[in-house]
């Protein structure tokens, strides 16, 4: 099972870029969608996860307003929406899946390779 993410680049501030997560299988029925990043010197931070079943949808407070996931169950695709962007939101996005429904980095099973976004001021 491999999860693919791309989408990042360069932008800035207040620009946009939206971040695809490609599945290689449809067997993430059952799970729960994860966003990260991590910034440079910082450690992995939970962005926001969406239910693959339910389309229930939870963010982090550093984001909510400016960043929306989504996705496409024909597709097999995750998606992170990010507006108003600012040069905090530099990082390496990761998607990730679980089994469980957490924002704790360690408890999800499969991860993406990263995509780097960048926010110039």
């Known amino acids: 099972v491999q999860l693919q993410a791309s989408g990042g680049g360069l932008v800035q501030a207040g620009g946009s870029l939206r971040l695809s997560c490609a599945a290689s299988?449809?067997?993430?029925?059952?799970?729960?969608m994860g966003w990260f990043r991590q910034g440079p010197g910082k450690e992995r931070e939970f962005v926001g996860k969406i239910t693959w079943s339910t389309g229930w949808i939870y963010y982090a407070d550093s984001v909510k307003g400016r960043f929306t996931i989504s996705r496409d169950i024909a597709k097999n695709t995750v998606y992170l929406q990010m507006n108003s962007l600012k040069p905090e939101d530099t990082a390496v996005y990761y998607c990730?899946?679980?089994?469980?429904?957490?924002?704790?980095?360690?408890?999800?099973?499969?991860w993406g390779q990263g995509t780097q976004v960048t926010v110039s001021s």
């Open positions: 990730a899946a679980a089994s469980r429904d957490t924002d704790y980095a360690p408890e999800y099973d499969y």
């Open positions: 299988r449809r067997t993430f029925s059952n799970y729960v």
